[in-house]
Each structure stands twice: as C-alpha cells, then as structure tokens.
C-alpha cells in the first residue's frame, strides 16, 4: 500500500497480496550482497561530517537523510545514482517536507478532513504538487531500472546478483518482474517504490540522529562502545565485515535502547472489525484505535527510570522476563514492519542486526 497517498485496504486483501509478494526480497542473503554498498556509502559519509569539521555546529539530519536515500536507490531499487537521478533528489527532499507540513495542518483542521473540502484549499494544492515531485523521483528510478533489465536481456548478459534464483530478487526487479506476469500495474509498483524509499530512508535517517544524539550524550556509553571496537579491530582502519558486526553486542544494545527511546514511528494504528475488551475497557466494533509505541516505550514499570538512556536493558540477561511486546519499535503481529526481521538478532544471525548504522 503506497502510504503516502494513503488508500484505504480496510479489507486486508491488497496488504496481504503486496507482502506476500515482496517477503522474499527481505532475505539475509539479499543483505549480505549489499553489505559493499553500504560500507562504500557509509565511507562517503564519514567524509562529509570530516569536512564539517571547524563549524561551529552542523545539522547533520540532511547528510544521513542522503546516505539512507542513496542506500536505498542502490540496494532494494537497482539504481545507481546518475546525474538524472542526483538532480531531483533535493526536489524529493523538499517535497517530503512539505507534504509531512501538509498532512499536519490537515491534522489541525477538520473541515479539511473532507477530501473534498482539502482539494479546494492552498494547502491541498500545495500538497498536489510536492507529491507531483516525489512521484517524478520514484517514476525516474522506475523507468532507470526498467531500462538497465532491457539491456540486460538484449545483450544476453547474467546478472547473478540480482536476477538470480527465483524469489531472491531485489525489490524492484520482483516488481517488474511480476507486472510482465500481470501480478501488479505500473500505479502499484509506484505505490510500493513511494513507500519504501520513504520509509526506508526515513525511519532510518532518523533512528540514526537519534542514535548519536543519544551517544553524545553518554561518554561512558562513549568509551564502552570505543573499547568495544578497539577489542573487535585493534589498530586495523579496514571496512567491517558482516562477521565483525555479529560481535558488536554493545552496540546492538546501545541501537536497541535508542529505538526504545526515539521510535522511528511513535504510534501505529489498528482497526478492529469486532468488539474487543482491552485491559477491561470495551472497545467498539468497527473503531479506529491508536498504540503508542512512544509512551509504551517509557513505562516505568517494564523500564525503570525510564527517560534515562541505559544500553545494558537490552543485554540478553536482562530481557528474559521482560513481555515480548514491551518493545515494539518495529510494530508488532502480521503487519508489523515487513524489514523486522532484518534487525532482530533474536530471529536471524546477528550479522545482521545493524543494518541500521551502515
């Protein structure tokens, strides 16, 4: 479901079709095969802060916003990052900015929440046009891709990578591939391109400042993690491997107690079709209802002293008797972030477990 332009499936059966078709992509060993492009970007970012260097201050949200995008241009769309592409990705930024404001002030106003009404206003006009520049970006990757599998096949040319085993292609070759087999339309592969490279830039974007903002704030978190490093590569300046990742224990805590802090989504919504009694309270059939990850996060009675930032909550020791939903940040049950599991070292190697930072 493209959420952007937020369609409503109160059915399920067009969520449940797109996440069945695109679970294969989120596989370890799709991850482990991008692992060079995330140490190349990651590299070209550390660049960037170096040259920021002498500044009086820097907002460094805009630097790892471009990481993340570029990331996921190159890993779960496909694409490199041209000059076609380079020139309408500040539009893109922009554009999320002002359709985020947008969605805000219609928040705000609720006669604005009648579409029709939303349509006539400034604001709704406004929001038009930016999404008219996102849906530029995401058709230019779109197209990009398209071309580069024609002259793929044209020239006869394996593409062992990404056009591999059946069912472990990357993100958008499993889209086009399933439009030739009239499993989805061009508007739902944008749907889906518009989702991701939002929110899989995004949420990790911010996941990250939140992150370092945390550690900035901790310098004996600071020096565990530098121990941490110094025993993983001692005097060694090479890339980290995925197999370096895997010991990097404090540093997951150090991720998890973060996300338990500053989820990247604060609250989900659900629908429930049938009454439900929660916590002795009767909730109506057919009802909107809100979680919020955020104040769930701080309850002091799951995380004492719960505004204080402490990475050693998440060693294994000490989540043995702690409620499986009391940390959630990737949302929870069948529609639960469909990258979950990705970051959760409880269910796959951990070596995959900071994808996060890369």
Same mark, same amino acid.
């Given at each position: 479901?493209?959420?952007?332009?937020?369609?409503?499936?109160?059915?399920?059966?067009?969520?449940?079709?797109?996440?069945?078709?695109?679970?294969?992509?989120?596989?370890?060993?799709?991850?482990?095969?991008?692992?060079? #492009?995330?140490?190349?970007? !990651?590299?070209?970012?550390?660049?960037? *802060?170096?040259? $920021?260097?002498?500044?009086?201050?820097?907002?460094?949200?805009?630097?790892?916003?471009? #990481?993340?995008?570029?990331?996921?241009?190159?890993?779960?769309?496909?694409?490199?990052?041209?000059?076609?592409?380079?020139?309408?990705?500040?539009?893109?930024?922009?554009?999320?900015?002002?359709?985020?404001?947008?969605?805000?002030?219609?928040?705000?106003?609720?006669?604005?929440?009648?579409?029709?009404?939303?349509?006539?206003?400034?604001?709704?006009?406004?929001?038009?046009?930016?999404?008219?520049?996102?849906?530029?970006?995401?058709?230019?990757?779109?197209?990009?891709?398209?071309?580069?599998?024609?002259?793929?096949?044209?020239?006869?040319?394996?593409?062992?990578?990404?056009?591999?085993?059946?069912?472990?292609?990357?993100?958008?070759?499993?889209?086009?591939?399933?439009?030739?087999?009239?499993?989805?339309? *061009? $508007?739902?592969?944008?749907?889906?391109?518009?989702?991701?490279?939002?929110?899989?830039?995004?949420?990790?974007?911010?996941?990250?400042?939140?992150?370092?903002?945390?550690?900035?704030?901790?310098?004996?978190?600071?020096?565990?993690?530098? /121990?941490?490093?110094?025993?993983?590569?001692?005097?060694?300046?090479?890339?980290?491997?995925?197999? /370096?990742?895997?010991?990097?224990?404090?540093?997951?805590?150090?991720?998890?107690?973060?996300?338990?802090?500053?989820?990247?989504?604060?609250?989900?919504?659900?629908?429930?079709?049938?009454?439900?009694?929660?916590?002795?309270? #009767?909730?109506?059939?057919? #009802?909107?209802?809100?979680?919020?990850?955020?104040?769930?996060?701080?309850?002091?009675?799951?995380?004492? $002293?719960?505004?204080?930032?402490?990475?050693?909550?998440?060693?294994?020791?000490?989540?043995?008797?702690?409620?499986?939903?009391?940390?959630?940040?990737?949302?929870?049950?069948?529609?639960?972030?469909?990258?979950?599991?990705?970051?959760?070292? /409880?269910?796959?190697? !951990?070596?995959?477990?900071?994808?996060?930072?890369?």
């Amino acid at each position: 479901m493209g959420l952007i332009e937020l369609p409503f499936d109160l059915t399920g059966i067009k969520w449940h079709q797109r996440r069945k078709l695109l679970t294969p992509t989120f596989h370890f060993n799709i991850l482990k095969k991008f692992s060079i #492009t995330f140490t190349e970007q !990651a590299e070209e970012f550390m660049k960037k *802060v170096e040259a $920021e260097v002498g500044n009086a201050q820097t907002d460094i949200l805009p630097l790892i916003s471009s #990481t993340t995008l570029r990331v996921m241009c190159e890993t779960a769309m496909g694409t490199s990052m041209n000059e076609g592409i380079e020139s309408v990705m500040e539009k893109y930024f922009k554009a999320i900015d002002i359709v985020g404001e947008s969605v805000v002030k219609r928040l705000c106003r609720i006669w604005l929440h009648f579409e029709v009404f939303f349509k006539l206003s400034s604001i709704g006009r406004i929001q038009k046009a930016a999404l008219s520049d996102l849906h530029t970006f995401t058709n230019k990757i779109i197209m990009e891709r398209k071309q580069f599998l024609k002259d793929i096949k044209s020239n006869q040319l394996g593409d062992g990578e990404n056009l591999g085993k059946k069912g472990r292609l990357a993100m958008l070759d499993l889209l086009i591939e399933n439009e030739k087999l009239g499993n989805i339309n *061009v $508007e739902g592969i944008r749907e889906e391109v518009d989702t991701f490279m939002f929110e899989g830039h995004d949420t990790t974007a911010m996941a990250l400042s939140f992150l370092i903002m945390a550690i900035a704030n901790e310098p004996a978190v600071q020096e565990k993690l530098y /121990d941490e490093m110094q025993t993983i590569f001692k005097s060694s300046q090479r890339p980290a491997s995925m197999q /370096d990742l895997s010991e990097m224990s404090y540093l997951e805590c150090c991720i998890k107690e973060s996300l338990r802090l500053y989820p990247s989504v604060p609250f989900i919504s659900r629908f429930v079709t049938e009454e439900l009694n929660l916590s002795g309270y #009767t909730v109506p059939a057919n #009802t909107n209802y809100h979680i919020f990850i955020y104040d769930l996060h701080r309850r002091a009675d799951l995380y004492p $002293e719960p505004e204080r930032f402490i990475p050693e909550r998440f060693r294994p020791e000490n989540c043995i008797n702690r409620h499986r939903y009391a940390f959630i940040p990737f949302s929870a049950g069948p529609r639960n972030c469909i990258g979950n599991f990705l970051a959760d070292s /409880d269910k796959i190697p !951990a070596t995959t477990t900071h994808k996060i930072i890369l």
